[in-house]
């Protein structure tokens, strides 16, 4: 203790300027071992929150989330269904690119305002007359994750190769249906419920997936 207030009595101006570089040094280094932390848990942390909040399981190739910029990237991603539908997938994509609000993701909120998604298959399973995989995934993702809106929201893009759909509320006569054609859509305006559900209803009738929805109420 003496030293140091020898060396303040000495110089005080440099020792004040070298002890606010130090603390920023210091504390530099904890933000940047933190953020490194984040990085490394992020991902694993959202996996369980996603399956714990949905219901439904998420397992990936890889899951890379940059907690500065708010980019979240997963390849080869895999959604399965709860264990009630009896079905090994209910989305495979092969890359999956958003952005979330990192002041948000910290507070324990996700706020997504860009999507970008490049999907292979949509498998969508009615096995009652309450119980239909897409429907319970839409009305569940908002516990997970939800959109921004105003001019904070980007974009949404979304692909998908092929879409299936089997129902299978009567054992005896289980019907099936497929999409003809490949799904696109981009959303450049979510703020209004009613007008995204008529874009993507056109959208899904266009590649004659129009089942897609049934029941959904966006």
């Known amino acids: ?22 603390l920023a040094t210091m504390l530099s280094i904890i933000a ?4 490194i932390m984040v990085a490394i ?40 269904p709860p264990k009630e539908y009896n079905e090994s997938d ?24 860009e999507f970008e998604m490049d999907a292979e298959h949509l498998n969508c399973v009615k096995i009652s007359a309450a119980k239909y995989s897409i429907r319970d995934f839409i009305y569940a993702f908002p516990g997970f994750a939800e959109f921004a809106d105003g001019d904070k929201f980007k ?16 054992a005896k006569i289980p019907l099936r249906w497929t999409s003809k054609k490949e799904f696109n859509i981009t959303l450049n305006d979510i703020k ?5 559900r008529k874009i993507v209803g056109e959208a899904l009738e266009k590649s004659g997936a129009n089942f897609v929805l049934q029941g959904v109420n966006l």
Do not use: C, H, W
């Open 1 to 22: 203790m003496r030293y140091i207030f020898r060396l303040f009595k000495r110089n005080p101006i440099a020792f004040v300027i070298s002890s606010i570089l130090t």
């Open 32 to 35: 940047s071992l933190a953020i």
């Open 41 to 80: 848990l992020a991902p694993r942390i959202l996996q369980e929150d996603f399956s714990g909040k949905t219901g439904f399981f998420l397992s990936t190739e890889k899951f890379f989330v940059n907690i500065i910029s708010g980019e979240v990237e997963i390849n080869n991603l895999r959604i399965s």
């Open 90 to 113: 209910f989305l495979t994509a092969k890359r999956v690119k958003f952005k979330i609000d990192p002041i948000k993701f910290f507070n324990g909120k996700i706020l997504i305002t």
């Open 155 to 170: 974009s949404i893009s979304m692909s998908i190769e092929k879409i299936d759909y089997l129902d299978k509320s009567d």
């Open 192 to 196: 209004s419920p009613t007008l995204t």
